[in-house]
DNA sequence: TATTCCGATAGTGAC
DNA sequence: GTCACTATCGGAATGAG
């Protein structure tokens, strides 16, 4: 029997092993299965934290000023469609939930980090720091109270979570994402819609009523949809780089509010 | 009268001379109005010659190695359809074949200039050219009869004469062009399907039963007709730049014939 | 809807 | 079907002993 699976193993190897290995390591569209594997790794330097469920990491190619993926690691739910397995799984939806929050929390912290020295609204936050930073105190940073801080700008929310109607890539995996599209990588239209239309569906409409209806009606005509503006609702058609053009103006007004 | 004419003169300069001015010299469309109206000044150096009824000229973008186009001079027939006046104009249409065979002969005349050295059909010729030049001869060569010369290469048969069902010069021309398509300015489908395709008109098939018909029928599709090698009828569909490789190939192999 | 490269397609402006 | 420029759209490959 050992034999025999052996054999089959040798058989496996020279007909179908190539085969497998290139669908796993060298087929883009497992390029999330490393992380949830082997997130001590820390590949390309981009988990950002780990436990036994999840995974966090910093998306490759950034779509907005800050966007992390979650990762659930159980291997049999991180090869179900998200439409469906969110849609059906309640207690699964409720632990994405919760922990997505807790990304969302930490994503408006790293808004805050870029931006908070520009933001109007974030004044009152910023100066308390600064003060509590430069005040002398036995006490450890951490051990403060930063609760006693003035609430300032709302970060948290500017951070948007969700997941695509139809991923690319095979592991299942949530956005958490700044909505105000600020980045080099947003380099074409389906960039664009798939945070800010129908393509992208937001964690709080799970559980979906009819999610396969959903999969199949947004899946024909969506790459012609046009482009709006999230900030102003201005229309710009097909024009891209026009549009590209008015998003960085938006965002120079929207990171000082 | 005068003082009448000279204001409303100074009138139209004021308002209609710029516009007037714009769709003369300067809308794209007229340019080959030059020619016809001061073939004398030689526009850039094209005018290959010209009567009182024609010019011939070097077309500017050739599309092959050769390119002429016949004006007729005669603004109100420079102004008609050339499918509308070949096919309703008996006499002009015949004038017209008159000079473009004329012009047609000056071509191939051309084409033996740049391939007759080339050109494994033409060595009977170019031998017998090369000797007669050579030989002492108190004869002047215009004088010399060269219908003694043996025939060699029948570059006649590689020009073509023809329109264009839909000319987008406004000025009628009659294009005189060898049908290898070998040239830098050669740059996109168009360029090839308009003159090896049904939206080229050869002279010969005037006057057209129906040329309404004919401009109505052509126009919708054309564009998007495969690209077809006039050579060996090998079909590339849009792919243009592949196309273009075959035709450069296929140029080598035409040359040397 | 992963990116990247290449090429085909489409719109515009031309004084 | 004038050209030249820009940008958009569209398919194909994508690894590596």
Chains 1, 2 share one sequence.
Not at 132 to 145: D, K, L, R
């Amino acid at each position: 029997m050992s034999a025999s699976k052996k054999t089959k193993a040798a058989t496996i190897s020279a007909e179908d092993a190539p085969k497998q290995y290139k669908t796993y390591a060298h087929n883009f569209k497992e390029g999330l299965g490393i992380y949830i594997e082997h997130p001590e790794r820390n590949p390309e330097g981009r988990v950002v934290e780990y436990d036994d469920d999840f995974v966090v990491i910093n998306d490759k190619f950034p779509k907005a000023s800050v966007h992390l993926l979650l990762l659930p690691r159980n291997p049999s739910i991180a090869k179900q469609h998200p439409l469906s397995y969110l849609s059906t799984e309640p207690t699964f939806l409720a632990s994405v939930r919760a922990r997505a929050e807790q990304v969302a929390n930490l994503a408006a912290a790293e808004l805050r980090r870029q931006y908070g020295s520009h933001s109007a609204s974030d004044a009152p936050y910023q100066s308390a720091l600064e003060d509590m930073m430069s005040a002398p105190s036995t006490v450890q940073p951490e051990q403060q109270n930063l609760t006693e801080l003035p609430p300032g700008r709302d970060w948290r929310s500017e951070i948007q979570i969700g997941v695509h109607t139809h991923p690319s890539m095979s592991h299942m995996h949530v956005h958490i994402i700044s909505r105000e599209a600020n980045s080099p990588w947003l380099k074409h239209k389906k960039h664009y819609l798939s945070f800010h239309t129908r393509f992208w569906v937001g964690l709080d409409e799970f559980p979906l009523v009819d999610e396969g209806r959903r999969r199949v009606e947004e899946v024909r005509e969506w790459p012609g949809w046009d482009l709006v503006c999230w900030k102003c609702g201005r229309g710009f058609g097909n024009r891209f780089k026009e549009f590209k053009g008015h998003l960085e103006e938006e965002f120079e007004g929207w990171k000082r509010e």
